[in-house]
Structures are given as structure tokens and as C-alpha cells.
């Protein structure tokens, strides 16, 4: 539970966003509320990400309109780790289908840990969805391309189009992590012998790699958050990236499954589709209206952004974003005349 919500008030989620200079005010105040989140440590079990400064700090917002509002660290670059599951899912549903992909990778929460060996087993070797290693691994290894070059090429290409510009690979990163993904590359073994990969393990483990080791800002994030909130029109190019029915069909699975074990909590707080990734990033989605970027080192223990967290809870009352937010379609001194 995020200890604060009660001081913010709460928007229904209707209607359009406030105009341009109060949501600046807004995502200023975000990152004022979000300052008081001073716990946390910095991902260390991948070398590279242990030497990110704890105090960096970046909040943005992109309107569906077109609209950009930042406060902050939104310019300083950091890899993408697994908020690339949910734009890498989005291309792969785009090539698939909705009923083919919920067939080999699923849509349930496994209420393990992202990274779970038990939950293969436990599962007959269903991934069960694509948010967690094993799923995003098996979602990678789905990507058309006859080799896993080719696969990559076609990640980097997707999820620049997402963010309206070109992504570069943070190499230090991918060589980092390369070295340190025993655990993946034992998942996607065990994928392999329940025939949920079909091609070599190894090389859609490399290729998912790459993919998070791809560079973004808090700008990025709340573009290409962005870009799903509009139906899959990215608001900066004006360029369709995938289908309204599979930005409806990624948000479905980002909102039960997008922060891990704590997914559940986020959504009863924060009422967004989102995702975190352990380089610090959190984007979160609210469909019609915009995407948040934030971008904060300091992790808690499930590996989300702890005042990445706070400022999307802050933003999503402020702004009115919750999904979950109503008020009375009659009110309620006009119910007593009638």
C-alpha cells in the first residue's frame, strides 16, 4: 500500500486530461510527492546496473493529443530491462493473433517471482504470461524472422517505432547481463523440453537480452506509453504501430500481470495497466488519454521503482487516470429533485 494516497484528491476517470499548464503543475507535483520515497536499493544482480546514481529522478507525461510534460532526469538514458515485455508482446500479438498467443503464452498471474522456475513446473511448463522471464522469453522466440538476427532487427525497429525515434543498444549492459543470465538461459532450456520454443533456446535468450539492453529516457517510456493509450497511434509521429485490438489486448495483461507479484497492489492503488523494468523505469498506460514515464534507480524488494510508484499513484488521482475511478452519472442533489 502507498502510505500518502489520502492527501491527493481523487479524480473520476472521465472525460479529457486538464489543460496543458495544470498538467504541469501536476507532474510537478508528482515529483515533489514522489521525493519522499528515500528507500530502495539499486538492481545489483546484473553488474552494470549497480553503478546507476540512486538520486536520478525524471517524471513525464505524453498526451494522446501530442502533448509532452517532464520534470526532472526524463533526458538521461537507461536500459529498458522488462518494460520491453509489453512492446515486444504488442508486435508479437500484431503478427499472431489474439488466439494464438493466448494459447502458447497465457494471460494469468503466476504470484511467483518474475524470474520462477517453479512456476514452469507447476504449470506443465505454460509460461502462463508473457510479463514474467519465462513468458517473455517464449514471446521473443515468436518473433517473425528466419533467424534470430533477423528477430532482433525487428524488436529494435518495433519499439523505436513505439518511442518515435531510433533506440540504440547500450552495449556494456547486453555484455553484462550476457554473462549473468544462467537463470534465463535455464528457463528457456526447460521451455524448450515442455516444446514451448521452437527454435534454439539459447539464441531467443540472446535476442531477449538485446531487447533489454535497449536504451530509453522517461520521455521514451511515456511516448510509447503513450502510443498504446491511443490505439496504437504513436501521438508524436502520428504513425499506426499496431492494432487498437492489440493495444486492448496488451493492456488486458499488463494490468493483471505487469508488476509482478505486486500487481494487485498496484492496480488497487494506482488503477493503470503498467510495467516496471530494474533499471529503475515505470510506464503506465491510461487508455484515451496518455502514458506516464518515470525513472528512479531505487528499487523495492519485487524490483519496482520506488518513487516511480509513488509519482504514478500521484498522477493517476491528480489527473483522473484510474481506471477504476466513477462518479455518479446523476448527482445526487439532482436525484433528490427528481
Known amino acids: 500500500m502507498i502510505v500518502g ?3 491527493i484528491g481523487q479524480r473520476a476517470s472521465t472525460g479529457v486530461l486538464p489543460g496543458g499548464d495544470q498538467v504541469d503543475v501536476l ?12 528507500g530502495g536499493e539499486v538492481a545489483d544482480y546484473i553488474p552494470a546496473l549497480a553503478h546507476a546514481d540512486p538520486e536520478l529522478f525524471g517524471v513525464a507525461v505524453a498526451e494522446v493529443g501530442g502533448g509532452l510534460h517532464a520534470v526532472g532526469d526524463t533526458g538521461v538514458p537507461f536500459s529498458i530491462q522488462s518494460i520491453s515485455k509489453a512492446f ?16 502458447r503464452i497465457g494471460v494469468n498471474n503466476t504470484g511467483l517471482a518474475f524470474n520462477s522456475v517453479i512456476a514452469i513446473e507447476l504449470n506443465d511448463g505454460h509460461p502462463m504470461n508473457p510479463m514474467v522471464n519465462a513468458g517473455a522469453i517464449a514471446t521473443t522466440a515468436l518473433m517473425p524472422g528466419n533467424t534470430a538476427e533477423q528477430q532482433w ?7 523505436s517505432a513505439f518511442a518515435g525515434r531510433t533506440l540504440a ?6 555484455r553484462s547481463e550476457a554473462a549473468t543470465n544462467q537463470r534465463n538461459r535455464a528457463i528457456a532450456r526447460l521451455l524448450e523440453s515442455y516444446q514451448r520454443i521452437d527454435v534454439d533456446p539459447l539464441a531467443a535468450v540472446d535476442v531477449y537480452t538485446r531487447q533489454c539492453s535497449l536504451l530509453v529516457t522517461a520521455k521514451d517510456l511515456a511516448v510509447m506509453a503513450a502510443t498504446l493509450a491511443d ?3 504513436n501521438p508524436v509521429t502520428g504513425r499506426r504501430v499496431v492494432s487498437a485490438t492489440v493495444c486492448r489486448d496488451t493492456l488486458a495483461v499488463l494490468a493483471t500481470n505487469g508488476l509482478y507479484e505486486r500487481s494487485g497492489e498496484w492496480l488497487f492503488d494506482i488503477g493503470l495497466p503498467g510495467k516496471s523494468g530494474v533499471a529503475g523505469g515505470i510506464m503506465a498506460v491510461s487508455p484515451g488519454k496518455a502514458g506516464i514515464g518515470t525513472f528512479a534507480p531505487r528499487l523495492d524488494p519485487a524490483g519496482n521503482s520506488v518513487r516511480g510508484q509513488l509519482a504514478a499513484a500521484h498522477l493517476s488521482r491528480a489527473l483522473g487516470l484510474n481506471i477504476f475511478a466513477s462518479d455518479a452519472a446523476v448527482p445526487e442533489a439532482d436525484r433528490e429533485a427528481g
Not at 27 to 38: E, I, N, S
Not at 153 to 159: D, K, R, S
Open 27 to 38: 507532474v510537478g507535483d508528482a515529483y515533489r510527492f514522489a521525493l519522499r520515497g528515500t
Open 5 to 7: 494516497l489520502e492527501e
Open 231 to 233: 490505439g496504437g497511434v
Open 153 to 159: 532487427e525487428a524488436i529494435q525497429t518495433g519499439l
Open 169 to 174: 543498444l547500450d552495449d556494456d549492459v547486453y
Open 88 to 103: 515486444v508482446y504488442a508486435l508479437v500479438c500484431q503478427s499472431l493473433g489474439h488466439e494464438q498467443i493466448m494459447a
